[in-house]
């Protein structure tokens, strides 16, 4: 009976250890462990004061994206509108080259971005610019 009682114990203390290594993995530690995607070296400047700075219209850009981004979840936007990209893939991070649309010219622009980290965590940043007249 003794043998039968110390077994069930040792059961009982190994489920409940395991049961809390278990826990150990709940959604809020995984997105603490999520890192956002960056989005850095926007190369046009902002339309911002006191500069009030203006862009050439069909000016190329890029961003450059952090490496932890699904590369297929990237998006590129301006005034809500698709904007076709390429991406270059280094080891340290993806640039985003792109071209303003003729349409624009003379017009305020915001150029959104977005990216899903591999992760799962997803962000999105933007830029207000001037694109000046002919």
């Not at 190994?14 to 530690?29: G, I, K």
């Not at 603490?32 to 009030?52: G, H």
Request: proline fraction near 7%; charge should be neutral.
């Amino acid at each position: 009976m003794n043998i039968t009682h110390l077994l069930k114990s040792a059961l009982l203390i190994a489920l409940v250890a395991l049961s809390s290594q278990a826990l150990a993995y709940s959604p809020e530690e995984l997105a603490k462990s999520c890192k956002k995607p960056r989005f850095t070296d926007f190369n046009l400047p902002e339309y911002k004061a006191p500069d009030n700075s203006e862009v050439a219209p069909k000016s190329e850009f890029f961003i450059k994206i952090s490496a932890w981004v699904d590369p297929t979840t990237i998006t590129l936007t301006a005034k809500k509108q698709p904007l076709p990209f390429t991406i270059e893939t280094t080891s340290t991070f993806f640039k985003v080259k792109a071209q303003l649309p003729a349409e624009y010219t003379g017009e305020f622009i915001r150029i959104n971005v977005g990216a899903k980290a591999v992760l799962g965590c997803d962000d999105n940043t933007g830029w207000l610019i001037k694109v000046a007249d002919h």
